[in-house]
Each structure stands twice: as C-alpha cells, then as structure tokens.
C-alpha cells in the first residue's frame, strides 16, 4: 500500500503537469515552423517561431492561419494547411497601393519598413495571376476589407501567394499572432515592430 501511494504521489504531479501543458499549447501557446521564402527576410526557412493564439490581430502584425477554403488556388492544399502572412487591413479598412508602392490604409500613408523599395513596387504590384475577387492594386483603385475579415500579403511581395490571389482571411481562420523568439534580437526588433 505504501508503494501505491509513493508511485501515484509521483505520477499525479506529472499528469497535472501535462495537462496543464496540453491545455496551454491548445489555447494560449504554440511552436511554429515556417515552410517557405514567402515572408523572407523577416522570417526564413524552417525557422521556428511562437504563435500566441489570444493575441490581438493589428495592422502589421504577422499571423498563421488554415489556408485550407481560403486558397482555392491552389489544389494541394489539405485541411492542415497553414500560412504565414502579414496583416495588411483588418475588417473595415479601406486600403489603396499606389503604382509608387505606398501603402493607404484609411487615406493614412504607412510605414512598410520592413520591406525594400524594390519589394513595395514591383514586388507588390506586378502580379503574376489575376487579382482575387474584392481587391484593386494600384493608383486610383482602393478596396475595403470585409467585416469578420483580413488582407495579408507575404513579405517577399514578388514570391508570396497572398490576398491579392485568393481574397480575404476570416477572422475563423487565424490560429494567432507571430511573435519571434527573444534569443533572436535583430528579428525581436522587426517583430515588435511590426506589431504598431
């Protein structure tokens, strides 16, 4: 009897402990992977970075969401899917990109600091299939994001497969909010950055 209850003094400790855990990875914490060049240089390939998935959705924050019913372009697909993309316009939000590359959002010029210039027009404006149903790019065309959805795009604007193909993200679809890993200082600095 004394080792029954020595073993569960042990066991219960851990088994709280990892559901705990499992609880937290479920709604507050997770690991990512990042599969691609489309958000290079702030993120790269195979870098691993946290997602918090009760973090606000702002304008340039960078998000994960299932691209599955979202991406009808692209046929492989699956329903684990996921992409990694920053937020351009929240629900509401009139945006126009002029042929110069600069970035409207309300009539506000922003900042896109964390791309080249080269990145903002060509990159950006040149595109490579036709634009999604709802966006207009270039001078005197602007579009509003739709309630309950977002307008992302890759920073690697020439290589990103983004809103500007498939269309808006529900807000149903976004697992949470990128944040780098603190040990990265120079991306520390882009992240928290990006998230004004």
Known sequence: ????????????????????????KQFWFGIVKVDGTSMYP????????????????????????????VDKNNQAITKSTK??????????????????????VNGKKMS????????RTAGTLTLVLKEATGVK????????????KYFVLGDNRKDS?????????????????????FWNSKKALVNSYSNN
């Open 1 to 24: 009897m004394k080792i029954v209850k020595e073993i569960f003094s042990w066991i219960l400790p851990i088994a709280i402990g990892l559901l705990i855990a499992l609880i937290v």
């Open 42 to 69: 702030t993120l790269q390939n195979d870098e691993r970075v946290m997602l918090l998935k009760q973090s606000k959705i702002k304008h340039n924050t960078v998000i994960v969401f299932n691209a599955y019913g």
């Open 83 to 104: 992409y990694v993309k920053r937020v351009i316009g929240i629900p509401g939000d009139t945006i126009e990109y002029r042929n110069n590359g600069q970035l409207y």
């Open 112 to 119: 896109q600091s964390y791309i080249t210039k080269s990145q």
């Open 137 to 148: 790019l270039g001078t005197g065309n602007s579009f509003t994001v739709p309630k309950g």
């Open 161 to 181: 497969n983004d809103s500007r193909y498939y269309g808006f993200v529900p807000k149903g679809k976004i697992d949470g909010v990128v944040k780098v890993p």
